[in-house]
């Protein structure tokens, strides 16, 4: 596995580069949807390849850990046989989720331990047992173990937490470094930076993460609900520290906005549940601002859903069909919004890809950013 | 709009025939998939076309009439314009639908008094009112306003109903005559033939449908309760009396066994809600029979969902993924499981039309007949 960074935004920290994979490349600045619990919800794997132009996928590890379980993944040969996505994918290590979603979850240094927020089972995550997992699910990149702090979250808790994370992180690589891929393909382990909204910690931690020879990092625990601000201010001081050969990737990140203003400041690789699960509720990312589809005035208008979109299915459904479907509660809506919105996000990344390469990002940006958030 | 009967088979009464659209040709005989609501459940329009190779879809009065709106219909230009399916299509005229959906339904000689099952709100359907709604939604065959006897029926009902029936269809024909599409492509009317499951009563009602002057015709009030047996017998006492030139329809039927038990005995269309809701609960229809994708057995069946199936979807997914998207309650397990279905729904009916025209039709019946019902 390889990257290359290509060029650099004179006008920005804005970066163009090439993920290599044994399942194909990444070309970044890039977006990959979040596929949960083995599926994109809503979509087909050739609508994510052909329509969505999706080069990578995500999947979580706490999720697929839980359902189909780890030995049916094992079985099917990984992750990629299980669900028939033969690009690249990349799985979170359910850092995240432990902490957001599962029951009864207590934090030790072995590990954490929780209960399944399915079925109240009892489950203990620890380093070495993420990677070991991680190994099965086989994705391409994966993510060491973290404590994701929350937000708001008082220095001392986050300054521990984010010692216990780099003394996880140690652990990952190690039993990452003692174990090989399971089923031919290589595997790369991207550590994360923590930190909340500290500078001091940010600073630290980067530094920690920095100190790792991996293939690319990651910055975590932000999107939690902090000011942009503070996500822009800390993601800027993250990148000035992380090595600029390495791709670096935002977890969880963001509005299209988001992903534009830290793409400026050099992130080549985001994901976010949000153009899925918004929507699922009728919100529909344009470049002329969000849709609720559900409004009432677009019940006779009967435009594409967007015009100028790039997909197929953007510009063969109206509004006024898309808005029915919602309003009548048919599973066809989700699944038009969401391949809409994961469109959109491509769209998005891949067009700042080009203006990066042909020095006009910084314009671009600054003209398209005020219209992503206008309401239509 | 015509139709022509290419064949009939020499050991049975099933045929091969061609209808000709504004919208298209469709070979008989053939499956309609239902898209109740402007839309087939979880099933997008390419996917109807390319992957489940659907001819016609079927549209309902009643859903449509409540939502979106006979008026969005109108000013959209129609059904095909809306939804963006620029095939054939069907619309049922609502008259089922009134009698199981709707509430405090009230039947007069003037019509059906009823209240929406979504919100309450007060409607009544009378004979032309129904030609008139659809007229605006302008399906490319639309069906007379009849009661849809329910089962069991006592026989004074089932009578008077009938009478009833027939009265509202020369009120539906004679609106008909005197009224002209609204979007510059042909309609063609459907009488129904009721008369529950009395032989002397359905003898009466399809020898007053066979007077009428109409494309096709279509047999009502079976499949809703009563044994197999009684339907078959209705279907063929009253398929000996519609005129042999014009397609006959057999509503809301049925099991693949009872499609090609009702295809023996002369049937030309069918249309069911069978493969979409099935599918949606996890039932599979095979060749080889029925397959409840929920069963733990299938949790590491890795082998295709249907190996032998004529569409690429069920030749792309796993049994064990399609186990694991219903167990983990994901919407791309209802759309694969719909598209499934659909897909050998319609390729039971293409394969009856080579059988008969092969004239293997009988044997190839008997022997499949059986296997169809099988739980695997």
Known sequence: MKFTLEQTDTQTSARVGTLETDHGNIETPIFMPVGTVATVKGVHQHELKEDIKAQ???????????????????????????NGWNKPILTDSGGFQVFSLAHRRKIKEEGATFASHID???????????????????ADIIMAFDECTPYPCDYRYAKRSMKMTH?????????FAETDPLYGYEQALFPIV?????????????EEIASYDSLGNA?????VGEPHEDMYEMTELVCDILPKEKPRYLMGVGTPANILECIALGIDMFDCVMPTRNARH?????????????????????SLIDADAPNPTSRFYTKAYLRHLFAAKELLGQQIASIH????????????????????????????????????
């Open 341 to 376: 919105n994961l469109a959109f996000y491509l769209w998005l990344v891949g067009e700042a890809r080009e203006q990066i390469k042909a020095g006009t990002f910084l314009a671009w940006k600054n003209d398209l950013v005020p219209k992503l958030s206008q309401r239509l």
């Open 167 to 175: 003394r996880w992180l140690k652990r990952c690589w190690d039993r």
């Open 219 to 223: 910055i975590g625990g932000l999107s």
């Open 120 to 138: 109240g089972s009892k489950h203990l995550f620890t380093p070495e047992g993420v990677m070991d997992i991680q190994r099965k699910i086989g």
């Open 194 to 206: 923590q930190g909340s909204v500290y500078k001091d910690l940010r600073k630290q931690s980067a």
């Open 56 to 82: 990578i996928i995500l999947g979580n590890t706490y999720h697929l850990y839980l359902r189909p379980g780890t030995d049916i993944l094992e079985k099917a040969g990984g992750l990629h046989k299980f």
């Open 282 to 302: 009728g919100h529909l990312f344009t470049k002329n601002g969000v849709i609720n589809i559900k409004n009432a005035k677009w019940k006779d208008d009967f």
